[in-house]
């Protein structure tokens, strides 16, 4: 079978992203595009720039790449073609040069869930749950809502939901009280994005794995390397307080929320205290201590960097992923937290950060 080699294909426009005219990729140097489990994914296009007009440059000029233009960048690697990011410009970095040709453009910006957070909003949401509230404003933003459910049913004569900020913050503030997380993903629809909002996803099949030490089924050039930081893991203390005999109740430490990778977790050497939580429910302090042990559970993190032809792939964010050939203490899966793409004409590399809560996976046998 023919190799088919890297393809990246680039879409701009204002609402909706068009293929990019020849000017354009023709001009294109690198692409990097940063893919986070926490943070808004990321982009940022370098170009070369030369004053083809009588007084400016062309590609400055037409204002395709202007801001808040939208952006999809899509790779395909043989016959596989996976979305990186539908993203929205925001901001330029110009860089003149006394030197035909060496001039530089970098066009910089971030994932479409940056709608969230433009406008800072006063709102209330009697006697909706989180979830309900969630896909409310993912819907008004135009994005495929994908929610998991949640239990909580505020009563309005008790408590009523009140949102004091973006609609990103007031997200992942409710994210937070239930152990969730919350992103944008791109789709294969230029232009059309998901928005997840629930746990952390672990249960799907690992990627296909990073492997080392196993002749030619070996696809890492370079090194993994492995942190086993035991000042990580931590368990949290907390207390609410009986609203009608003002006692204070110590909440049990639950096990966190997400599936275990490991056979032997790292064990928690700090305590924290919880300093919010005197006044919530037992319900909702039993969440707020799993949601706290999750969030503190990865004593190992691993890091490198794969040439992307040679793996086959674009590898996935929040996602697992397998390893295999480091030996039985740190082969098996992890949890990708984040990739970083740098793509070049005739080369592409991903850097990587993988995590999870200890050693010695609970099966040797990973995805090959």
């Not at 928005?195 to 794995?209: F, I, T, V």
Request: hydrophobic share 40%; no cysteine.
């Amino acid at each position: 079978m023919p190799d088919l080699g890297v393809h990246l294909s680039l879409f701009i426009g204002p609402t909706i992203p068009l293929p990019a005219p020849y000017p354009v990729t023709d001009a294109l140097v690198s692409v990097e595009v940063t893919n986070d489990d926490r943070q808004r994914d990321g982009f940022k296009l370098e170009f070369s720039l030369g004053k083809d007009t009588l007084m400016d440059y062309s590609l400055l000029a037409s204002g395709l790449l202007d801001p808040p233009n939208i952006v999809t960048i899509i790779v395909t690697i043989g016959a596989l073609p996976q979305a990186l990011i539908n993203g929205m410009i925001t901001q330029h970095q110009f860089v003149p040069s006394n030197k035909p040709g060496d001039s530089r453009l970098h066009v910089i910006g971030e994932d479409i869930g940056l709608k969230f957070d433009l406008e800072e909003r006063s709102d209330t949401h009697p006697n909706r749950p989180d979830w309900v509230i969630v896909n409310q404003i993912i819907l008004e933003n135009g994005l495929m809502p994908i929610v998991t459910q949640t239990t909580n049913m505020p009563i309005e004569v008790q408590i009523i939901p009140t949102q004091q900020g973006t609609n990103l913050e007031y997200i992942q503030q409710l994210a937070q009280r239930n152990g969730f997380v919350f992103y944008t993903e791109p789709t294969f629809t230029p232009g059309i994005s998901t928005a997840y909002w629930g746990p952390e996803n672990r249960l799907d099949s690992p990627q296909a794995a990073l492997t080392m030490n196993m002749g030619p089924d070996t696809n890492m050039d370079t090194p993994i390397n492995f942190s086993f930081n035991a000042l990580g893991p931590a368990t949290p203390q907390v207390t609410i307080v009986d609203p009608l005999l003002g006692l204070t109740i110590a909440i049990p430490v639950p096990s966190g929320l997400r599936p275990p990778l490991v056979a032997r977790p790292a064990s928690s050497l700090r305590k924290t205290i919880a300093r919010d939580a005197a006044g919530l429910s037992m319900s909702d302090g039993i969440l707020k201590a799993a949601s706290s042990v999750t969030d503190s559970a990865d004593a190992v993190t691993a890091t490198g960097t794969i040439d992307a032809l040679r793996y086959g792939r674009a590898m996935q964010s929040r996602r697992l992923i397998g390893v295999r050939g480091v030996g039985l203490n740190y082969d098996g899966p992890y949890y990708v937290k984040q990739v970083k793409h740098n793509i070049k004409r005739g080369e592409y590399k991903q850097n990587f950060t993988l995590s999870r809560e200890g050693r010695i996976p609970l099966t040797p046998f990973v995805v090959p």
